[in-house]
């Protein structure tokens, strides 16, 4: 079994609002990742998981924060964010550092 | 930092038609290479990957790519193309002991009936 789920698939959210996206895995890969998407354009990483600690934060803004709370989970929890935040949010995992990752279906995130 | 370049950003093909997806990237050292596909309003779906062995790499749904270690590139290939293999398709690079991936700017593959 090779899936990443996430939910929810698709989230509006007002500026003021605080929401979280959700990740689960259950390949016993022990590194997890959050992606964001804009349309057309390849993923950039956020922020990387392993071994359930913060690895690799890319200088993403405080409005994103991220929790580990197991070795299956991972969450994003999102706070104040701006217009421009709108995009798919993609979840991954991989098995060790240099190996493929796999994804989620993402959650399309929309902020008015 | 990895670059990776994907020579064409769209490649519009006939049903049943051959094609082909060029990658290229930069590095003086090993490399794990994969190919991901990405369907509208989906996630990416791993097709290939190369981490050692035979340079001619079989991945799902009828697509294949080739390592080419002195020209540093890994095209993907497949020799009839379905309506259904219409989607965004992602070059990525992680240069080994690395979290990241680097990825390609994508080619967009648009098949006609």
């Known amino acids: 079994d090779t899936e990443v789920t996430q939910t929810p698939k698709h989230l509006v959210m007002g500026m003021t609002n605080k929401k979280s996206l959700k990740c689960e895995q259950h390949?016993?890969?022990?590194?997890m990742y959050w992606y964001k998407q804009k349309a057309k354009k390849p993923p950039e990483l956020m922020f990387v998981?392993?071994?359930?600690?913060?690895?690799i934060n890319e200088s993403v803004p405080s409005r994103f924060s991220p929790e580990c709370p197991n070795s299956s989970l991972l969450n994003l929890h999102l706070h104040a964010l701006q217009p421009e935040d709108s995009a798919l949010y993609l979840c991954?995992?991989?098995?060790?550092?240099?190996?493929?990752?796999?994804f989620g279906p993402g959650t399309r995130l929309t902020v008015t | 930092a990895q670059s990776v370049t994907q020579l064409d950003s769209q490649v519009p093909v006939f049903e049943e038609a051959p094609v082909e997806l060029r990658c290229n990237y930069s590095?003086?050292?090993?490399?794990?290479l994969f190919w991901y596909v990405q369907y509208p309003n989906q996630g990416l779906q791993l097709l290939l990957k190369?981490?050692?062995?035979?340079?001619l790499v079989k991945g799902i749904n009828g697509f294949e790519a080739e390592f080419n270690k002195s020209q540093t590139s890994f095209h993907l290939r497949k020799p009839s193309v379905h309506i259904s293999d219409t989607a965004e398709y992602f070059c990525?690079?992680?240069?080994?002991?690395?979290?990241?991936?680097?990825f390609g700017a994508g080619t967009t593959v648009t098949v006609r009936a």
């Open positions: 991954a995992s991989s098995q060790v550092q240099s190996g493929e990752q796999y």
């Open positions: 390949m016993g890969h022990r590194a």
């Open positions: 998981y392993s071994y359930e600690k913060l690895s």
């Open positions: 590095s003086s050292v090993s490399v794990y």
């Open positions: 190369y981490l050692s062995g035979s340079t």
């Open positions: 990525a690079v992680n240069p080994g002991n690395d979290y990241k991936l680097s």
